[in-house]
């Protein structure tokens, strides 16, 4: 099966603080993988994309294939950061399909 | 709207009621997918339309499931027969290319579905 694992569920963090988001997925060539945030009632979005390799609100994340591994970075959270934050890739094989991990709470204390 | 638009935001059904979830996504969107949400997971994909083809409904759990998009624009999401494990939240995304070219969805608010 093709999955993405987050493997933990909560991460409280201090403004200023740096975060990682972990995001582990089963191998299978060379995925596309993504990560999606949802802000407090508001609708899931995409954040970003591997393949672009570009900085969304200062995070970043980098693709390991050797660890198979997505991690999502920022070296200074803001309060405003809080969310729930989900990594994705899509299937191979079947490239209208996005698996999704179960998700992760991020929450920035003043 | 400027953006994908679900309704009804919350429905409640009596265990065996059937129940349809519509999805506006936005103008011109070729690829609209269905994903099902429930409580403390993460999205699962149900099923996939380009325009008014319907590509893959691998995700659908049963033939309790039944989505359309007969003119390539609004879909309808229906359940029959709702049993309490369908309770969760729908969600409706769309996209303007074909499937995942540009990997960018763009969700709708969802429906939350409560099945007593």
């Known amino acids: 099966a093709q999955r993405v694992t987050q493997p933990e569920k909560l991460l409280s963090v201090f403004k200023g603080a740096p975060v990682e988001l972990k995001c582990n997925y089963s191998y299978s060539g060379s995925p596309e993988l993504f990560w999606y945030v949802q802000y407090s009632r508001q609708r899931l979005q995409l954040l970003l994309r591997h393949i672009s390799r570009e900085s969304i609100k200062g995070f970043t994340a980098d693709l390991n294939k050797g660890e198979t591994s997505f991690h999502l970075k920022k070296p200074f959270a803001q309060e405003e950061d809080s969310a729930m934050y989900y990594c994705?890739?899509?299937?191979?094989?079947?490239?209208?399909?996005?698996?999704f991990g179960k998700g992760i709470t991020l929450s920035v204390r003043p | 709207g400027a953006g994908v638009s679900q309704s009804p935001r919350y429905k409640v059904a009596k265990r065996g009621q059937d129940v349809a979830l519509r999805c506006d996504p936005i103008s011109g969107h070729v690829s609209l997918f269905w994903y099902q949400q429930a409580l403390g997971q993460g999205p699962e994909f149900l099923t996939y339309?380009?325009?008014?083809?319907?590509?893959?409904k691998s995700g659908l759990p049963s033939d309790r499931f039944f989505a359309e998009r007969p003119e390539g624009s609004v879909s309808t999401l229906k359940i029959q027969r709702t049993q309490q494990e369908d309770s969760a939240v729908y969600l409706c995304?769309?996209?303007?290319?074909?499937?995942?070219?540009?990997?960018?969805?763009?969700f709708g608010e969802g429906s939350r579905l409560t099945v007593l």
């Open positions: 994705a890739r899509v299937h191979t094989g079947a490239n209208s399909k996005l698996t």
């Open positions: 995304a769309s996209s303007l290319g074909q499937g995942l070219t540009t990997g960018e969805l763009f």
């Open positions: 339309f380009q325009n008014e083809a319907q590509l893959d």
